[in-house]
């Protein structure tokens, strides 16, 4: 199938980019006389009917060639690879701090429904999932760089191992992170309550097993399904990178790349991104598929 | 130094570039043989003189000795040569010099040190193209070893105070300062070299994020001041704050091809309901100027007379001519009616930049005043140019930026632009005929003379209804100085602001 889809999704996305907007006029502006518009046009290749120009496009890419950006004649396969490092340094600890504190979350107030405990649990992850990405972005950045100035308030400082670099992810990686936990803890602990209900973990707590193999072995076993599921799906964020949060920490990352690219209707840069994110959300699919074996295995693929 | 943009560049190539923020860059690097003064007069840059010949026909450049490109290189006429060449081919805004446009036909370099252009017919403005920045020199060595698309992508050479060194995408430019840098024209008061070891030019899109950065102290200076910003910034004892009107001009402009303007009535209703100054104070926090002809202040060309002849904020004015038009009756929601049709229209705009938004959220209620329902159409840029050059909309609202009066409203007005950049969509011979006067004529007076008769008749038709100038608003540290000086130049030239400010 993955043939199939990437056609069909780099064909949709192609349509639909020329729908309006010429290329060529916003990469020369309204001071250009028509005639120079025509000749940049011909120049590359943009006169020719849309199929003639995705074929072109679909030739290029099956030799390796994502083809050369319109609006800043570069590679676009560099430019991807440039932006991909940036954006991981952001969406993987982002991904890990949601998971770190949502899943331990989401098990304890299960354990302990509707007590204190779990009130809270709920009430601080309702705190994060209302916040707009942009306004806590902005909020952090306020505290944090502006009135404390322990963090920089913007820009990447360098690659994640040094001290810059780090410094510098922590505020975006945050206003990643947080709003996330909601969704996450309360998706375990509504698969937790529904696994801790069934006969075989009474069973396991009669034969006298220790109540942590049961939450953790029997109970958080069966109930990571779900969660598997809900991480899987975000695998293709993790390379597409957050528009939002990239453009308010000023983050040279993925989604600014293709936001830019869309808005100046860079068509090779554009089909580049979608076709690298498309292959990547299939394979995020198969690699969740091989997961739902390993923690169930029940299930097996023939 | 560290500066801040709100838009990144696109490539760093002056010759083929057309972003204003690629040209900011690229002039502290590479440089044209001549700079504009204060007083709007070309001088010498990388020329010691120039003469025309008695025909105007031939314009002799005796190039400065000694100037070095960043690589060690010394810069002689064959390197001219190979740039205009180079210019002629590939710059989407050259329509004015190259041989396809009658001017030059051919480059002599008889030494290292003199370039002779010969000219097919007059170019009065010539001087003022060779003082544009996408004219800029470049090694003939250098470019003929790199293929067109590497050049501003791979790398860069010129004569400029600053080296380039790095660009990280998305992220900052980092140029180095050029030691050998001597030849900053007389008006600067110094030759060079610039006073900063290094300019980091960072890419912070978000205004909110820009204005933290600035509040911080992060930022040595910037001219992407974000307006909302302003009065935080203003009030705060550590930076300090610069304003001039720019060339940047806002304008409202009526769809001649739609049958309604034909009434100019139509038309000066409309331009009599305008208040400018409201629009000034609503859409730009009163950080903009109110505008009255549809060339600017800080334009080459510019005539003050347009302030007397512009049509003043009147809505009786505005509401006899509606009614002289016929419409005269007002159904239940306000709106004039004549023969059974309510007077709507459509605006289109940008809906990316707050500010034009916000413009054409005025300009729709000030109309309403007067009975005219318009109906906001507001998209992204390439949506709205779509929309405006197949000339679907009853009005819009655009902007236009250059430094050069003639060939910026020649493209806003001349009827070869139609389609274009003509968004009146509308050809009067008698504008046709005064712009290309203030183009061609070889007397000065007769060209100046054409071009302020031009300006006042774009005003007179209505069919362009100027709203707003920018103003240019420089924030900087208190450390910053060099200021006072930049600002005595009407556009604050990025030449100028590599070589005047430095920081204490």
């Known amino acids: 199938m993955l043939v199939p889809t990437l056609v069909g999704v780099t064909a949709i996305v192609f349509s639909l980019m020329h729908v309006s907007g010429d290329p060529i006029r916003l990469l020369f502006g309204p001071n250009v006389s028509e005639e120079k518009v025509l000749e940049k046009r011909a120049e590359l290749g943009l006169d020719k009917p849309i199929y003639v120009q995705y074929w072109n496009w679909l030739s290029q890419v099956v030799q390796g060639n994502l083809g050369l950006s319109i609006h800043v004649q570069d590679r676009v396969g560099r430019l991807i690879l440039d932006r991909v490092g940036p954006t991981l340094e952001l969406t993987i600890p982002a991904l890990i701090l949601t998971v770190a504190i949502a899943i331990p979350a989401g098990i304890i107030s299960a354990m302990r429904p509707y007590t204190i405990i779990d009130n809270v649990s709920r009430l601080i992850a309702l705190f994060w999932v209302s916040m707009p990405y942009f306004w806590l972005g902005i909020m952090l950045m306020m505290v944090f760089g502006l009135r404390l100035r322990i963090l920089p308030i913007s820009g990447r400082g360098g690659p994640l191992w040094t001290l810059a670099g780090l410094k510098s992810a922590i505020l975006p990686v945050l206003t990643l992170g947080l709003p996330p936990i909601a969704l996450f803890t309360r998706l375990t602990r509504s698969a937790m309550l529904e696994v801790m209900s069934e006969d075989y973990i009474r069973t396991a707590r009669s034969k006298g097993v220790r109540e942590t193999i049961v939450v953790v072995h029997h109970g958080f076993r069966n109930a990571l399904l779900p969660v598997v599921t809900l991480l899987g799906l975000r695998l293709p964020w993790l390379f597409g990178g957050a528009v939002i949060t990239e453009t308010v920490f000023a983050w040279p990352g993925m989604g600014r790349l293709l936001v830019n690219a869309v808005m100046e209707r860079d068509y090779p840069v554009v089909q580049g991104v979608v076709l690298f994110i498309a292959v990547l959300t299939v394979v995020a699919n198969l690699v969740v598929d091989f997961a739902y074996v390993f923690i169930d295995p029940r299930i097996r693929y023939s | ?504």
């Not at chain 2, 209620?365 to 949506?383: D, F, H, P, S, Y």
């Not at chain 2, 600002?487 to 070589?499: E, G, K, T, Y």
């Open chain 2, 1 to 504: 130094m560290v500066t801040a943009f709100q838009e990144e560049p696109d490539f760093l190539d002056p010759h083929r570039t057309t972003r204003f923020h690629s040209l900011v860059v690229l002039s502290y690097v590479t440089e044209p043989l001549l700079d504009i003064d204060p007083n709007f007069n070309p001088v010498p840059l990388l020329v010691q003189s120039f003469e025309w010949s008695e025909d105007k026909l031939t314009l002799v450049f005796h190039l400065k000795r000694g100037i070095l490109f960043h690589n060690g290189q010394e810069m002689t006429s064959r390197d001219v040569k190979a740039s205009y060449e180079r210019y002629f081919r590939l710059s989407p805004l050259e329509n004015y010099l190259g041989p396809k446009y009658g001017g030059i036909t051919e480059i002599q370099t008889p030494d290292d040190y003199t370039v002779i252009f010969k000219f097919a017919n007059p170019k009065p403005l010539a001087l003022f193209h060779i003082a544009d920045a996408h004219a800029s020199i470049m090694p003939a060595d250098w470019l003929a070893g790199m293929v067109d698309e590497e050049v501003g992508v791979k790398g860069l050479v010129g004569t400029g105070p600053y080296v380039f060194d790095r660009w990280i995408r998305g992220d900052r430019i980092v140029l180095k300062r050029f030691e050998a840098y001597n030849h900053a024209p007389d008006y600067m008061n110094h030759a060079g070299p610039a006073y900063a070891t290094e300019l980091v030019m960072r890419i912070i899109p978000e205004g909110a994020t820009r204005l933290a950065e600035i509040l911080a102290g992060n930022i040595d200076y910037t001219f992407d001041v974000p307006l909302m910003g302003y009065q935080q910034i203003a009030a705060n004892p550590t930076l300090q704050v610069k304003m001039a009107p720019t060339y940047s001009v806002q304008y409202l402009v009526c769809n001649m091809k739609r049958e309604i303007f034909n009434d100019k009535r139509i038309r000066l209703a409309i331009a009599h309901a305008i208040n400018k100054e409201e629009i000034v104070r609503s859409a730009w926090f009163g950080i903009a100027l109110p505008l009255y002809g549809l060339v600017g202040p800080g334009t080459t060309g510019y005539w003050k007379g347009v302030e007397e002849i512009a049509y003043a904020y009147d809505l009786e004015k505005a509401i006899a001519y509606l009614e002289q038009a016929g419409w005269t009756t007002v159904d239940r929601d306000g709106v004039r009616m004549k023969d059974g049709r309510r007077l709507e229209l459509t605006l289109i705009s940008f809906s990316n930049v707050d500010q034009w938004k916000a413009a054409a959220q005025v300009v729709q209620t000030q109309l309403a005043r007067v009975g005219i329902k318009v109906n906001l159409e507001l998209a992204e840029v390439g949506a709205t140019y779509d929309r405006a050059r197949a000339a679907n909309y009853d009005l819009g609202i655009f902007r236009n930026t250059w430094w050069m009066g003639q060939p910026y409203l020649t493209f806003l007005t001349h009827s070869v632009n139609i389609g274009s950049s003509n968004f009146g969509q509308w050809k009067n011979d008698v504008i046709d005929t005064l712009l290309n006067l203030s183009s061609n004529a070889l007397d000065d007076a007769l060209r100046r003379e054409a071009f302020i008769v031009a300006q006042a008749l774009v005003v007179e038709s209505a069919v362009w209804i100027p709203l707003a100038v920018n103003v240019n608003v420089m924030a900087a540290r208190r450390d910053v100085g060099g200021l006072d000086k930049l600002f005595s130049h009407p556009w604050q030239p990025p030449l100028m602001r590599a070589l005047v400010l430095y920081k204490q």
